[in-house]
């Protein structure tokens, strides 16, 4: 079940990666909270969280995004996939590079598997 899991959230980054920002409603939930990084900002709903990634892939040419170090708990209908990131864009006309932990905690809802939390934890 955890290799599931992590296909999951490995398929869900690839819809962001590859703007394919309305297949992000198959894996995140309708009332989803995304908390920013260091707590500095919180969206909840589908809509605003498919956007924020889009905003951020339309301002931003990302190099380099590698995950590793899933750990996945789960209990009955609900799970936290916790993993290390690290990564490389190019936005307005300077390079960045951030590393970090995320955090999902997913809830199975009609047999499926849906992110309903995301936070950031700065590396």
Known sequence: MSEDLIALV????RCWM????GDLAS???GDVV???PGGQGRIEGLRPAADSYREFMERAQVHRYR???HIVTQ???AAIIEYGWDMGWDSDGSSHSATGREVLVLSRRDGNW??????????
């Open 34 to 36: 995304m908390v920013a």
């Open 27 to 29: 894996y995140i939930a």
């Open 67 to 69: 995950t590793s170090g």
């Open 18 to 21: 590859e703007r394919r920002y």
């Open 114 to 123: 849906r992110v309903v939390w995301r936070t950031q934890l700065p590396g």
């Open 75 to 77: 209990r009955g209908d």
């Open 10 to 13: 490995e398929a869900m980054d």
